[in-house]
């Protein structure tokens, strides 16, 4: 029971913290395209609580994956390459705090075609981490 417990919070949690990695370079797209100063803040706004947000809950998430895989011993190859994957989102994460930053700041230096690009990478990066877990490959 315990594992069910810690397995549907580690879910929601990763859940959750995906919605935040979707839409984050969303907002990222936006603030690339808007020449108004008073929508510049308001998206910077935007971005600063959301980023914030997901910090925390991309935290539980680890938590409780932690806990799944320390604690209740669940491992295989395939646990390696999520592991990974789960680091490159954690520098995907770092990464959009410091482009946020730089928004903010006034010092972007990419378009919003390059955002529309940069936002698709944790789309990936779910969809693999889906089938290693769902299909266990090795």
């Not at 997901?54 to 409780?64: K, N, P, Q, R, S």
């Not at 972007?108 to 075609?113: A, E, T, Y």
Request: proline share 2%; net charge positive; glycine share 8%.
């Amino acid at each position: 029971m315990t594992y069910l417990i810690v397995k549907s919070l580690h879910i929601v949690f990763v859940v959750s913290w995906f919605a935040g990695l979707f839409y984050l370079p969303r907002l990222f797209v936006n603030h690339a395209m808007v020449e108004d100063v008073s929508t510049k803040e308001r998206l910077a706004l935007m971005e600063r609580k959301l980023f914030r947000f997901m910090t925390g809950i991309a935290v539980m998430a680890l938590i409780f994956g932690l806990w799944l895989w320390l604690g209740i011993g669940i491992g295989g190859g395939w646990m390696h390459v999520k592991l990974l994957l789960v680091l490159f989102l954690l520098a995907y994460h770092y990464y959009c705090g410091i482009l946020m930053r730089k928004l903010a700041e006034g010092k972007n230096i990419h378009s919003h075609v390059w955002f529309r690009w940069f936002n698709e990478i944790p789309v990936l990066v779910l969809l693999v981490v889906t089938f290693l877990v769902v299909l266990k490959p090795f």
